[in-house]
C-alpha cells in the first residue's frame, strides 16, 4: 500500500490568556515557563517474519490538557490508522493493522506541534500551608491507591510507608517526607541491569535506578498510606538546545491532596540537579511532552498480550504475539508560538 500521509488538526490550542505565565510563590526559575516545539516520532518495524499473517500497531499520542497543547501535523502510515482511547487513564493512541505485510518492514512517523507549560502548584511551604489530613478516597481516585503489578502496596513497600510516613500528618507533609527518602537514599545509575522496568521491590533493594525506579517506589509508598499517586511518562526536551534527537523517554509522579489537586514531583531530575531539589516538588518544567500516564496499560482496542508496564514507546503485535524488532528515532525542533 502507499504510505497516506493525514493532515490534521484534531486537538484545539489554547487561548492566549490561558497560556499567560502563571502566577507562582516559587522563588525558582530554572527554564522557560512555555516551551514550543516541533516533535517526531518515527519508527520502524523490522524482520517481519515472511508469512506473517498479521501485524497490529498501537502509538501512544500526547493529548491536549492544561499543561501542554498538542497539534497533530503528519501522520505517515503504510495502512489505514484511527485515533483511539482507552478507558482507564483516558490515553490516546493510533492504532494500525497490516494484513498479509508484503515487505519485511514498515515505516511510521508522526509529527505534532507542542506547546508545554510549566506545571507548578508552589513550593513545598506554600503546599503545606494549604494541606490537610488525607480524608475519604473517592471511588474514582480508588484504582491509584491500588497496587500495580510492578508498584505494591503491601509487603516491603507498606513496611517503608509506615516506616517513612506513617507518623506524618498530611498529604503534603507524607509526600515531602517520601520525596526526601528517595531523593537521599537513591542514585541515578544505569549501569548493568535490573533498572528501568519500575519496579518498586527491585528499586528498594537497589537503591538506584532511572526515572521509573525512582517513582515506583514512591508512587507505591503514597498509595500504601491511601494517597493517590500516578505515573507519567513522556519525552525529555533537552534544556539550552532547539533541536537534535531524544535518546530516551522521562517519567516523572503526581500525587493528590483533597484542597490543592494534583501535585507533580519529579525525583530524579532533582537528583541529577540537585540545585533543583526543592523545585522539583511541586513543580515539573517545560522540558517535556507528556505521552501518556499509568502503568498496567490496556490498549484500544485490546492487544492480545498481558497489560503493558508503560506506554511511551510503539507496541506491536504479530499474529498475536508481541513483537520487538523495532527501529525508534525521536527529535524535535523549537519553533515560535502559533498565534
Request: glycine share 6%; aromatic share 12%.
Amino acid at each position: 500500500m502507499r504510505p497516506k500521509v493525514l493532515l490534521s488538526s484534531l486537538l484545539l490550542f489554547l487561548t492566549a490568556s490561558e497560556w499567560a505565565a502563571p502566577n507562582s510563590d516559587n522563588a525558582q526559575q530554572f527554564s522557560p515557563r512555555v516551551r514550543s516545539f516541533r516533535f517526531t516520532y518515527s519508527f520502524t518495524v523490522k524482520d517481519i517474519p515472511a508469512g506473517a499473517k498479521r501485524v497490529r500497531v498501537w502509538i501512544p499520542v500526547p493529548q491536549t490538557d492544561k499543561h501542554q497543547t498538542v497539534r497533530v501535523l503528519t501522520v505517515k502510515a503504510p495502512a489505514k490508522t484511527q485515533m483511539t482511547q482507552e478507558s482507564e487513564y483516558g490515553n490516546r493512541m493510533m492504532y494500525a493493522e497490516i494484513d498479509n505485510p508484503a515487505t519485511p518492514q514498515t515505516e511510521f512517523t508522526l509529527e505534532y506541534e507542542v506547546a508545554r507549560r510549566e506545571y507548578t502548584r508552589g513550593d513545598y511551604e506554600r503546599l503545606e500551608r494549604g494541606d490537610q489530613k488525607p480524608g475519604i478516597v473517592s471511588a474514582s481516585m480508588n484504582r491509584l491507591i491500588a497496587p500495580d503489578t510492578l508498584i505494591p502496596t503491601d509487603g516491603k513497600i507498606k513496611t517503608l510507608a509506615i516506616q517513612v510516613t506513617g507518623s506524618k500528618s498530611g498529604t503534603v507533609t507524607k509526600a515531602k517526607a517520601a520525596y526526601d527518602y528517595f531523593f537521599a537514599t537513591m542514585r541515578y545509575d544505569k549501569t548493568g541491569t535490573g533498572w528501568g522496568r519500575g519496579d518498586a521491590l527491585w528499586a528498594c533493594d537497589s537503591k538506584r535506578g532511572n526515572c521509573t525506579d525512582f517513582h515506583s517506589p514512591f508512587i507505591g509508598v503514597l498509595r500504601a498510606d491511601g494517597i493517590p499517586a500516578r505515573f507519567d511518562i513522556g519525552f525529555p526536551v533537552p534544556e539550552n538546545k532547539d533541536k537534535g534527537d531524544i535518546p530516551s523517554y522521562h517519567c516523572w509522579a503526581e500525587f493528590y491532596a483533597q484542597k490543592t489537586g494534583w501535585i507533580p514531583v519529579d525525583i530524579s531530575e532533582a537528583w541529577k540537579a540537585q540545585e533543583k531539589a526543592d523545585y522539583f516538588f511541586g513543580s515539573v518544567d517545560a522540558n517535556r511532552v507528556q505521552f501518556s500516564t499509568g502503568r498496567d496499560v490496556t490498549l484500544s482496542p485490546k492487544q492480545d498480550g498481558p497489560a503493558l508496564n508503560y506506554f511511551v514507546y510503539p507496541y506491536v503485535e504479530i499474529d498475536g504475539k508481541p513483537y520487538e524488532k523495532l527501529d525508534k528515532k525521536f527529535s524535535f525542533e523549537e519553533v515560535k508560538p502559533s498565534a
